[in-house]
Structures are given as C-alpha cells and as structure tokens.
C-alpha cells in the first residue's frame, strides 16, 4: 500500500469478523485492506444468509453503533453514539494518506449527498475514523476531509480504541508498520457502514466497489429511516 510519496504494497494478512458479518464476507468477499484482499480461502465460510445487491449488501441481523468516544477533527472530544442517536450515519475506517480507495471513497460520497436534499444533508452524518492516528491529527482530518465535505466528521486518537470498534463491526484493522525504509503500511477494512436512524444499527454494507451511483440510489433510503 502506498503511503506518503512512496509506493509500497503489503500482502493481505489473515482476518476474522463477527459471525453476523460471516455470510456478507463469504457474498461479497470483503476487503481486508484498502488497496487488496485476502485470499479466498482466508474468508469465512458462510454462517447466516444475507442479500448481496450490487456492491452493498443488505444483513439479516443488524450490527449495533460501536460505543466509541474519540477526538473530532475541531479538537473536541465526540462521543459517537450521543452525538449521531436518531441520525443516518456513514461510517468509514481509513486515513487521509491512502492514495486511492479512501479519497474515491470519500469523494463518491459527496457527490451523493450532494444531490439530496438541504434537509436530507443536514441529518446525515458521514463520520471518518483514521486507522493511522499518529499521523492524522485533528487538524489534518479538518483540512482532508473539508476537500470533499466541510460537514464530513473525522476522529482521531487511541489506536486501540478505534480497533476494537472497527472489529465490533466487522472491519478488520491492523496497526501501523514502519517500515525499515520509513515507509508506513496501513491495513484497513474499506467498507462503508451505514446506519439507519430508526435503530441507529447497521443495517447495509457498502464494498469496496461501490461506486457514486449505488449510494445515489441507496442515501435518500437511509435517510428517511429505512432498514
């Protein structure tokens, strides 16, 4: 995975999810890091039946908010689950030095909320949780993140806070590596969570490859409350 001005690729490492999200990572083949994937007979085998639809996938039981109290990217502390109860939320787990899936990532979901309505984006939240801490401080996540959506939330601060939250969803998450060059490996689930306000759980899974259209088509749904 290429990291600040340099190229480098890690091979996908052995992961495991919950077994709520056991069928989905069967179905869809999950990422386990957002530039690659893990080999097929590294996944899960299926445990519980879910419905793939293009690159999201709709579960069967849904995954309950992560209790997760961070630093927002103004500096103040933010608590998830009271600051987005009753809210439609996105959620995604990567950092502002990946070089391509988090900033298409990003940048496919302002193009859709774009298009909702005023109303419709004031309720939405779309939080960014870094996997690389260290390095995206409050003030960089500010100024990344305003490039594509000044109301786009980000959290920084205890590594091992973010991972347990991340796993608790299904999103595998690996720490940081320096690399012997000085380069840094960042390994990340690339999933975009979505959670209904009618329950504040998480209801669908976007991939990897879900590109601007599917959360064109699938934004105004999650807004009004649907599972």
Known sequence: MRVLSRAYTRPARRTSVPARLAAAVAAISLASAACGEAPADDRPAAAESSSPSGNFVRLDRPLAKPGLTLTDDRGRPFDLT????????????????????????????????????????????????????????????????????????????????????????????????????????????????????????????????????EFDATLPELVKGAK
């Open 82 to 213: 009271n600051r987005t109860a009753g809210k439609p939320m996105l959620m995604y787990f990567g950092y502002t030095h990946c070089p391509d899936v988090c900033p298409t990532t990003m940048a496919d979901i302002a193009n859709a909320v774009k298009k909702l309505p005023e109303p419709d984006r004031e309720r939405l939240r779309v939080v960014f949780v870094t996997t690389d801490p260290e390095r995206d401080t409050p003030k960089r996540l500010n100024t990344w993140l305003a490039a594509f959506d000044p109301r786009f939330i980000g959290l920084t601060g205890d590594f091992d806070k973010i991972q347990k939250a991340a796993r608790s969803v299904g999103i595998s998450v690996d720490a940081p590596v320096k690399e012997d060059d000085g380069s840094v490996t960042v390994n990340h689930g690339a999933q975009v969570l979505a959670f209904s306000p009618a329950d504040d759980s998480v209801h669908t899974v976007y991939t990897s490859g879900a590109t601007a259209k």
